[in-house]
């Protein structure tokens, strides 16, 4: 047997067996559980986002058993050291090891932050294909969920709009937030009024609004935090409220279907923030 394959520097390993003249690959990776569907009475199918693979479906024989022959139960957002197979030509492999590193207690004490994660594994079900890499999203997405965990209710907010903002940037739908979408005039203070326009996917000045029926009138505290996120902790309610609003709406506008989980953010928003 060959020794195991390190694929660009990443925690990945790769060891290649033949059996019957079928290539089968056991790989290691790290990865966060983002869905998960009951195949039996005994498994389950469950799609993890990884660090070296990107998003990848695995059936987890077993693993419903009251003696799983996984360490630990398989839940949405919790993050793990993976060992799976994948045969040559097959989309879907097999589980066969499951080390979680990071459990989501304090989330799941939490009725916004456990909402919020669950939007976000959903977002990146959504925006991700299957066996397309994205580190940096991968580190993201876990620093949002010990975000969520180690902090108050307060701050979901803001630590969710900061991860859907890079979600969309990776996923290559980033809006245009440091000009106007239509005729590339730089923003500023100067606007007097600002947009919002969800098929240019961006800000819109006042001279350029009028050609977009489907535009939303920003107040300027909301239009200078998408400009500028590192401002959004000193960022009042409202405006927190009304950039989450407008972030699900364009991600539906961009997914072309709105988020399952969308409303019960929405409805939280409103009296947990």
């Known amino acids: 047997m060959p020794p ?5 520097g990443a925690q990945r390993s790769e060891e290649f067996v033949s059996i019957d003249r079928v290539i089968m690959a056991l790989i290691k990776d790290k ?8 195949y039996s009475e005994s ?4 799609t993890f986002f990884t660090l070296s693979s990107g998003k990848i479906s695995l059936i987890a ?9 996984f360490s630990a139960p398989i839940e949405i957002c919790s993050v793990a ?5 994948l045969r040559e030509n097959e989309k879907m492999g097999t589980l066969t090891e499951f080390n979680p590193t990071f459990f989501c207690i304090g989330i799941r004490k939490k009725l916004l932050a456990l909402n919020a994660a669950f939007f976000a594994a959903e977002l990146l079900n959504l925006s991700t294909k299957e066996h397309d890499p994205h580190p940096e999203l991968f580190e993201q997405s876990v620093l949002l969920l010990q975000r969520l965990d180690e902090n108050p209710e307060n ?8 991860f859907e903002l890079s979600l969309l940037m990776y996923a290559g739908s980033q809006p245009l937030t440091d000009i106007c979408a239509n005729c590339k005039r730089k923003f500023d203070a100067n606007w007097k009024q600002y947009y919002f326009s969800l098929s240019s996917g961006g800000l819109v000045c006042r001279d350029c609004e009028p050609a977009f029926i489907d535009k939303k009138i920003l107040p300027y505290e909301a239009a200078l935090i998408l400009n500028n996120p590192q401002k959004i902790f000193d960022a009042q309610k409202n405006s927190l409220i009304q950039i989450e609003k ?3 709406d364009y991600m539906t506008y961009v997914l072309e279907k709105k988020p399952r989980t969308a ?3 929405l409805q939280l928003i409103r009296t947990t923030v």
């Open 43 to 46: 498994s389950q199918i469950l």
């Open 31 to 38: 990865g966060i559980c983002i869905r998960s569907t009951d």
């Open 263 to 265: 409303q019960m953010i």
């Open 81 to 85: 050291d993976l060992v799976y197979s």
């Open 4 to 8: 195991p394959v390190i694929l660009n």
């Open 155 to 162: 701050k979901v907010l803001p630590f969710l709009i900061l």
């Open 246 to 248: 407008l972030l699900i």
């Open 61 to 69: 024989k077993g693993s419903r058993r009251t003696k799983s022959p």
